[in-house]
């Protein structure tokens, strides 16, 4: 057994080796603020699971400053008697996050979050968190004199971590439409994404519930393999996408039908499921908005007055919105 004078001294060194990896951090400090504005996204768009997603105008606002110690949150809009008020808040973690990856510190953060995405509901509420607090970092790296601001692929990357899956993230990031994927690496998941401009003509229509879901709930019902049709099936229909979103709307309809997923998570959202079956029965080009409930439709004119009527009467508002650009980074004017 040790003794206690051998017990400190170890504890001594290593306090000592922290404080020098400690000393070795920039110190951003106190009084240097940004604003954030950051999309909305859907994954999936039908056929395209963990690969497809698009940004859509409806926002997250944040405005940081840091301070000389603690974290304070303050949380207005969606959420706000849900979500902690402390560093385990998930835009205040997203911000270390960021500040860690460069080498950088603060004494304390101040937040002021006013939140307009739903969440829970298949509108990529916490990837939008994840994106605002990155980008926060990134603006106070950059005010603070410490850097350049993160480059999109750094901000693709370091979002994507804390969802494993990079599509409605880089939505969020680059904005518009994006195509993503995963590359093995040394050092684990690289995340990938590249912007597609899509056409002048899309719009987006979301109908979004007062239910929420869980995507680790929804992901649990897909199982480990699907019949070769089927994959084959949404190959082509993922391919067929890009080229609706970006040349041809005329083919959404088409290019919006999946074979890999909402069918099985079918009987766990079934007013979900019911009400895309009705609108594509409509020839309206609609899909389940990432894990759900919020349905999805991309159209090149108005979704018309009769499926907004049957969606209000099961539960679901609609709302048409824009195609939006990516997240916004700006300092507050003093």
Do not use: K
Not at 11 to 28: F, G, K, Q, Y
Not at 125 to 139: E, F, P, Q
Not at 174 to 185: K, Q, R, Y
């Amino acid at each position: 057994m040790r003794s206690a004078s051998a017990e400190l001294a170890g504890l001594s060194t290593t306090m000592t080796d922290e404080m020098a990896v400690s000393d070795t951090r920039v110190v951003i400090p106190e009084g240097v603020s940004v604003r954030v504005r950051v999309p909305a996204s859907s994954a999936n768009l039908g056929p395209g699971f963990d690969c497809l997603g698009v940004a859509l105008g409806i926002y997250d606002e944040l405005l940081v400053e840091t301070t000389a110690s603690g974290v304070e949150v303050e949380v207005i809009g969606e959420a706000a008697d849900e979500v902690p008020r402390d560093a385990s808040h998930l835009v205040a973690r997203a911000i270390f996050r960021g500040l860690d990856a460069a080498g950088a510190v603060t004494g304390g953060l101040r937040l002021r979050c006013v939140n307009a995405i739903p969440h829970s509901r298949g509108l990529g509420s916490s990837a939008a968190a994840a994106v605002s607090g990155l980008a926060a970092a990134s603006g106070l790296l950059e005010g603070a004199g410490v850097r350049d601001a993160f480059d999109a692929d750094e901000m693709v990357q370091l979002s994507s971590e804390f969802e494993g899956h990079p599509d409605n993230a880089a939505a969020s990031v680059l904005g518009s439409a994006v195509v993503t994927w995963i590359e093995d690496g040394p050092q684990g998941n690289r995340y990938r994404a590249r912007r597609l401009v899509v056409h002048p003509d899309i719009t987006a229509t979301v109908f979004v519930p007062d239910t929420e879901s869980s995507t680790s709930v929804t992901r649990g019902l897909l199982p480990e393999s699907v019949p070769r049709r089927d994959a084959v099936f949404n190959v082509s229909r993922s391919a067929l996408a890009v080229v609706a979103l970006t040349a041809d709307p005329t083919a959404l309809f088409a290019a919006t039908e999946d074979r890999l997923h909402q069918g099985y998570r079918a009987d766990a959202m079934a007013p979900t499921a019911g009400l895309v079956s009705e609108l594509r029965s409509r020839g309206l080009a609609a899909t389940v908005s990432g894990a759900g409930p919020t349905v999805l439709v991309l159209s090149a004119g108005p979704v018309p007055a009769d499926a907004r009527d049957i969606a209000l009467a099961s539960g679901y508002v609609p709302s048409t919105v824009a195609i939006a650009g990516g997240v916004e980074i700006t300092r507050p004017s003093r």
